[in-house]
Nanobody, 125 residues
Framework: QIQLTESGGGLVQPGGSLRLSCVAS????????IGWFRQAPGKEREGVAY????????YYAESVKGRFTISRDDGKNMAYLQMNKLQRDDTAVYYC??????????????????WGQGTQVTVSS
């Protein structure tokens, strides 16, 4: 069964850090590009970060540049999102997703083949 599973979400104070993990089962991640998305209540899902196979390139939404870092460990079939200097506006459900290398803009969610169930991140004092 092909599946993505996120973990690592939780409640954190503004300025704090969290590291999200995404593990793939039933398939190998190494040929796929990986995206992290988030959806806050009442808002559309938005792309946060993206990494291509071999981790040669990464891309970030402007709102998280310099604070978030996406990485991957294909040997463990996992991807990560390190989130530092968290802000209240980062509160959302975070999802990982995969797609084959694609020419379309990375933040277009319809280009992704498989999604995880999401993990809640709440930034609050």
């Amino acid at each position: 069964q092909i599946q993505l599973t996120e973990s690592g979400g939780g409640l954190v104070q503004p300025g704090g850090s969290l590291r999200l993990s995404c593990v793939a089962s039933g398939f190998k991640l190494d040929e796929f590009s990986i995206g992290w998305f988030r959806q806050a209540p009442g808002k559309e899902r938005e792309g946060v970060a993206y990494i291509i196979p071999n981790a040669e390139r990464t891309y970030y939404a402007e709102s998280v540049k310099g604070r978030f870092t996406i990485s991957r460990d294909d040997g463990k079939n996992m991807a990560y999102l390190q989130m530092n200097k968290l802000q209240r506006d980062d509160t959302a459900v975070y999802y990982c997703a995969v797609r084959l290398p694609h020419g379309a803009e990375w933040s277009i969610s319809e280009t992704y083949l498989e999604w995880g169930q999401g993990t809640q991140v709440t930034v609050s004092s």
